[in-house]
Structure formats: C-alpha cells, structure tokens
C-alpha cells in the first residue's frame, strides 16, 4: 500500500512521514529532496534554473540517487552525499523555480513511480499526480506563523525573515500543492508532532496498521 502525505512548506511532512513510516515498518520517500538536489546541482554547475534542457542534461550525466528509508531519506550523485546540503536558504530561493518546470516534474515522477511499494510519500503532488490511486491520503496545514516559529528552530534566520519566504514559496508552489479531493486534511498547529502521526495512523486501514515494524 502507498500512503501519501502532502502539505504546504514545513507543514512537517517530512517529521511526520517518517514517523508514520517507522509505525508501519515502511520507508518513506521524499519527493521535495529530489527537486531541492536538482537545485543544488543547477546552483552549483552556474545554470540558469529556468534552463529545463541544460538541467536535464545534466542530471543525466550526473544522476541522483534517493534512497528512502523510514528513519530519513538520503541523496546521492555518485559517492557523493547531497542530502546534507538540501536545506539552506540558497536552495529554499531557488527550488520553487526548477519545481515549476514540466520536464523537471516529469523526471522526478518517473523515479518516484519506480520505486517498490509499500511506503509512504511525501510532497506536494504525491496524492493527486504521482500515486493518485494511493489507499490513503493525507494533507498537512498550518499557519505561517507557526511553520515559521518551527523552523527558527532549526534556522539561523528570525521568525519574520522565515515567515516572510514560506508565504513566498507558499504562492509559487501553489498550483501544484493543492489537496487531493480525497484527501483527509489535517491542520497541525494545534497538535504536537506525536498527536499529527497518532491522528494519522488512527485513519489507517487496520491491516497497514497492524504491519510490524522491520528495520528499514
Ligand atoms: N506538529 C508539530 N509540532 C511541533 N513541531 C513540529 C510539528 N510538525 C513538525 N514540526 C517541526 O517543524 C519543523 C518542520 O518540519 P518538517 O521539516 O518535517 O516539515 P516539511 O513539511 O517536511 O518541510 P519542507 O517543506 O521544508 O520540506 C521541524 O523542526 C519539525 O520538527
Ligand atoms: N512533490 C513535490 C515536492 C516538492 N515540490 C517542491 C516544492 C518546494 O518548493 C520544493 C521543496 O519541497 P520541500 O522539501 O519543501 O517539501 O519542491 C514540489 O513541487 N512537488
């Protein structure tokens, strides 16, 4: 079975999925990683992130490699680990811009959709394009301003200057980032990322639910 769980920025999808997952005994898979390391390359090769055909062309030449895991997904190019890299500020202006473009989107749905089944995936589109027909589906909200205080925890940055760039990248995802019609919306600021996971699992079919745990 494929559990989705979307959500707008730092709503906690990844915390949560891998919480989700690790109850399963499942990996999860981050689609977000692919684009942010799509980014970074793009970045760090001095192309133009509008540029689909060159950062195609690239990626080619130096392919990704995601490996999901339910403790925490990692990316690689080659012997070279990315995953570390994903989250700084540099990426998180840039990664709206390459998510947007057709090609790039194409690409990483053909490695999502290669993946064995059963996880959990999440992103932005992962219940409505990627696994439309996954057995159930989740959508992670939360206001600006309690995603932003969230994150100045793990941010140099203060609360404003965070709150100011998810309501930035909050539009330019907009149109990719909207809940599946079948999707059960959960806002999370009122919750603990515990009460998110428990109030997920709680909405499981009972045979995913009763999985044991493995080590993945
Ligand atoms: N319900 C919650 N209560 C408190 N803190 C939370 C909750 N959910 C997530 N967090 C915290 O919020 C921060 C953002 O969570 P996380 O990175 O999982 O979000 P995300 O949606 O995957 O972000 P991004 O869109 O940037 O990939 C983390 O520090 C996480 O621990
Ligand atoms: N399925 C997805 C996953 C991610 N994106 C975009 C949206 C963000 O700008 C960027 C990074 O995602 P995050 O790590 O913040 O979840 O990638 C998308 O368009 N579709």
């Known amino acids: 079975m ?13 915390s949560v999925s891998s919480g989700v997952a ?19 390359l793009g970045l760090e ?19 990704l490699r995601l490996e999901p895991l339910a403790g925490g997904n990692r990316i690689w190019q080659g012997e070279r680990e990315l995953t570390g890299e994903l989250h700084s500020t540099r990426v998180d202006a840039g990664v709206s811009v390459v998510a947007a ?3 790039v989107r194409a690409w990483v749905d053909a490695q999502l959709r290669a993946l064995p089944s059963p996880f959990v995936a999440e992103g932005r589109d992962m219940g409505t394009n990627v696994f439309p027909h996954a057995g159930a589906k989740f959508y992670l909200t ?25 309501i930035r990248r909050d ?5 990719q980032s909207a809940p599946a019609p079948d999707a059960v919306v959960i806002d999370t600021g009122p919750l603990t990322l515990d009460g998110v996971i428990q109030t997920i699992l709680a909405q499981l079919p009972e045979q995913q639910r009763s999985r044991p745990a493995s080590s993945v």
């Not at 494929?2 to 990844?14: F, H, L, R």
């Not at 090769?45 to 392919?63: F, M, R, S, V, W």
């Not at 404003?160 to 998810?166: G, H, S, V």
Request: charged letters at 20%; a neutral charge; proline letters at 8%.
């Open 171 to 175: 539009a330019l995802d907009r149109v």
């Open 22 to 40: 690790r109850a399963l005994g499942v990996p999860y898979v981050s689609s977000g990683l692919l684009y942010r390391a799509a980014t970074l």
């Open 101 to 103: 473009l057709p090609e």
């Open 45 to 63: 090769a001095g192309l133009e992130l509008q540029n689909a055909p060159g950062l195609l062309a690239y990626l080619q030449i130096h392919p």
């Open 2 to 14: 494929i559990v989705t769980i979307d959500g707008v920025a730092a709503s906690g999808k990844s």
């Open 142 to 166: 939360a206001s600006p301003h309690v995603r932003a205080q969230r994150r100045a925890q793990e941010r140099p940055e203060d609360v404003p200057a965070i709150e100011a760039a998810l």
